[in-house]
């Protein structure tokens, strides 16, 4: 068992660019999910996926943020047109269906100069 | 609504015990967690617990749980230098999907 891994690590794009990043679940976790965490806070919800379907996306998911898990296993977010406003830590978990426990990834910092 | 909330910094000595306090407002939370996270890193899953018990142990690691006044603490015996690092406490939201509902973090500083 390798853990949650994502990639890339760390990303630094300018203002207005397009950016991907991908999380490769731990095998046999069924549940997935995104948070945002930012510099002195907690991460926060923002979006899940059960197998392929994404069941539960948050207010903070604006329109330029997108998220797929074609196949059920790995997952990607796309954030279009990025804004200085959405440097943060990126992160990724995934979870058994029982017990309710997520594990976490690594993290991609995003700097949007 | 849901909320968590946490002191945001301990400092204890090495070989002290650390006590890290959490309350939370959603009384139907099934599970608490506890996640610790180092600079630059992901988070670590601690240790969790489930809203029908009122305590558990795992080695160095008690989490007491009190539901009626929805408090949350973690004690971490014999601190060592290795445990400064952030603490997260977190509730699992009431929405089926099982979302965590995180505080600020409390952030352990050990001096030797």
């Known amino acids: 068992d390798t853990g949650v891994s994502q990639d890339p690590r760390h990303k630094i794009t300018k203002r207005g660019q397009n950016v991907t990043f991908r999380c490769d679940p731990i095998?046999?976790?069924?549940?997935l999910y995104w948070y945002r965490q930012t510099l002195g806070q907690g991460p926060e919800f923002l979006t899940y996926?059960?197998?392929?379907?994404?069941?539960?996306k948050s207010r903070l998911l604006s329109d330029r943020f997108s998220a797929e898990r074609p196949k059920g296993s790995f997952s990607t977010l796309e954030i279009q047109r990025t804004e200085q406003g959405d440097s943060a830590m990126y992160l990724c978990a995934s979870s058994p269906p029982a017990p309710d426990t997520q594990y976490f990834g690594p993290g991609t910092r995003l700097t949007v100069l | 609504g849901e909320d968590v909330e946490q002191s945001l910094f301990l400092s204890v000595r090495e070989g002290d015990s650390s006590v890290i306090n959490c309350t939370y407002t959603?009384?139907?939370?099934?599970?608490l967690y506890w996640y610790k996270q180092e600079p630059g890193a992901g988070l670590q899953l601690l240790t969790y617990?489930?809203?029908?018990?009122d305590m558990k142990q795992d080695q160095r690691l008690t989490v007491l749980l009190n539901k009626k006044d929805k408090h949350l603490s973690l004690r971490i015996a014999d601190t060592q230098t290795g445990d400064s690092a952030i603490y997260f406490c977190?509730?699992?939201?009431?929405?089926?999907?099982?979302?965590?509902?995180f505080g600020q973090g409390t952030t352990l500083q050990v001096k030797p």
């Open positions: 095998s046999e976790h069924n549940r």
């Open positions: 977190a509730e699992r939201g009431s929405s089926n999907t099982g979302k965590l509902i």
């Open positions: 959603d009384s139907s939370s099934t599970y």
């Open positions: 617990i489930f809203s029908n018990m």
């Open positions: 996926f059960q197998n392929e379907a994404q069941l539960e």
